[in-house]
């Protein structure tokens, strides 16, 4: 019974907070860099403007992320709480009242998506996407936790970004010649680079965490050290590709100057790398810029 006079105050709901969590865990500020590789690859290729292209845009933009960050939030809950830079940009710690909802919200979203993919392709791309959200998932996934094995886990990381290029190629039906082939690799040798780089940062909560990692086992200054030399050879892999497009070589530079500051960092001081990761996020959207810029140069010159 409510006493006269007064007015009952309604629990808060409990769908915003989890919708916060959700869009949170996916990390929006990254959404971009999955989704571009996929739009511009799928362009390049002659694609045009197709279901296949509004389709795997927008599974890439936000399903894909909420699948390959959520289920990492999920199974890192207990690194996470131990690590500073989580709460922001760089993810959330993720509730533990959340964690059914995320997987489940994963597991629907993405499902969708997938099957009409699958639909819309042949058998090519349906095992490069096969092979691009087994990655995604073998990452976190207890059993699998590829980002616990040294090294192994720079390559599925870096399986996670290159992949949606390589499916739109394949969904389109592009031939992948030789420029073609470079320009993926040096994408892929950039993307080991940045994920080694970033683990970093977290050597010691992953430690205190029970986690492996490549930074773990090499240690601060050796694993950004290799970071250094990665970028520049994704630069060098460039070269080849011929004009203009060998011009996207000398983006590979502000990466390389961004984690120089870093080569003789120690694993007391590893968190200090954060400040260079936080350039990269940031180097990311200047960079996609200046690759769209050079993408309608190439096109125009075509």
Not at 38 to 50: C, D, V
Not at 90 to 105: D, F, K, N, P, Y
């Amino acid at each position: 019974m409510t006493t006269t006079g007064q007015t009952p105050t309604a629990p808060a709901p409990a769908a915003p907070g989890a919708l916060r969590q959700l869009v949170g865990s996916s990390r929006p500020l990254s959404w971009v860099n999955t989704a571009y590789p996929f739009a511009a690859a799928y362009l390049l290729a002659g694609g045009g403007i197709t279901l296949t292209l509004v389709l795997g845009t927008l599974w890439f933009l936000i399903p894909y992320n909420l699948l390959m960050y959520g289920v990492n939030d999920v199974f890192d809950y207990e690194s996470d709480l131990r690590n500073p830079r989580k709460g922001g940009v760089e993810g959330v710690v993720l509730s533990r009242r959340w964690h059914r909802l995320t997987l489940w919200a994963a597991a629907l979203t993405n499902l969708p998506f997938v099957v009409a993919l699958v639909l819309l392709g042949d058998v090519f791309s349906t095992v490069v996407l096969a092979i691009s959200v087994f990655a995604v998932i073998a990452y976190s996934a207890p059993g699998l936790r590829f980002k616990e094995r040294p090294v192994l886990d720079s390559v599925t990381s870096s399986t996670h970004f290159v992949s949606p290029a390589v499916f739109a190629l394949a969904i389109a039906d592009a031939e992948l010649t030789t420029p073609v082939l470079l320009a993926l690799a040096a994408f892929f040798v950039w993307g080991m680079a940045s994920q080694a780089f970033g683990a970093v940062q977290d050597i010691i909560a992953d430690r205190e965490g029970g986690i492996s990692s490549i930074a773990t086992v090499l240690g601060a200054a050796t694993t950004v050290r290799a970071a250094f030399v990665a970028y520049l050879v994704a630069g060098v892999l460039l070269l080849p590709v011929g004009w203009p497009g060998a011009l996207a070589a000398l983006l590979v530079i502000p990466y390389a100057a961004s984690v120089a500051p870093f080569l003789s960092l120690s694993d007391a001081d590893c968190e200090r790398a954060n400040a260079g990761w936080r350039r990269f996020l940031w180097l990311n959207l200047v960079t996609g810029f200046l690759v769209t810029q050079l993408f309608i140069w190439m096109t125009l010159a075509s």
